[in-house]
Structures are given as C-alpha cells and as structure tokens.
Nanobody, 119 residues
Framework: VQLQASGGGLVQAGESLRLSCAAS????????MAWYRQAPGKQRELVAR???????KYADSVKGRFTISRDNAKNTVYLQMNSLKPEDTAVYYC??????????????WGQGTQVTVSS
C-alpha cells in the first residue's frame, strides 16, 4: 500500500486546513491509521491516531484543534486542522502504526504535505 498525503499549504495563524491521505489499497482491515508531522530540525511525531472502530487519540499540542477521521470505503484518512498556530508548521505524513504507538509503521513513508502557518 502506498500513501499519498495532500491538502497542505500556506495559511495564517487561526485559519484551517484539511489534509487527506489516499491509500492505494484497502485500509478497512488496518486497525490503526495516523497522522505524523516533522518540523525542521525535529523528530517526526505522531499527531493523531484513529482505530478502525473510530476511537481517536491526539498529541496534547493539537487536542481540541485537530480532528482525525477515516473513510474506509474511499481508503482515505483525513486531518481537519483548525486554529492553526505557527508551531504547527511541518511536513505532515500519514501511516499505519503497527501497534498503535508512534513506531513501527506498516508502510513506507510517502512525500508528505507541507503545512506552513504564518504569524
């Protein structure tokens, strides 16, 4: 399965973006799907995770602002990002954490999508 993230862009602080992650194969049997991000000079971090049953978990830094969802029929995972802050600036990736934790992941990392938030 290959994962293609899209929807990033340049926005001002306080604005919103919706990211999409399209999988080349079925994700319906994959328990965990997640969004990650990597800012310049920092390690990649798990931002939000969703199970096949719809349970979600978020990093403290995005709780209340970001919402992860999945559409198994479309093999797509979404990340709705509201009230964006400059510290949200990063390249965003999606993947499937094997055990629900950050690492390891099931698939190769795609190119990601750049999100830049100006102050």
């Amino acid at each position: 399965v290959q994962l293609q993230a899209s929807g990033g862009g340049l926005v001002q602080a306080g604005e919103s973006l919706r990211l999409s992650c399209a999988a080349s194969g079925s994700i319906s049997s994959i328990n965990y799907m997640a969004w990650y991000r990597q800012a310049p000079g920092k390690q990649r971090e798990l931002v939000a995770r969703i199970t096949d049953g719809g349970s979600t978990k978020y990093a403290d830094s995005v709780k209340g602002r970001f919402t992860i969802s999945r559409d198994n029929a479309k093999n797509t995972v979404y990340l709705q990002m509201n009230s964006l802050k400059p510290e949200d600036t990063a390249v965003y990736y999606c993947n499937a954490p094997t055990y629900g934790y950050s690492l390891p992941v099931r698939f190769s990392w795609g190119q990601g999508t750049q999100v830049t938030v100006s102050s």
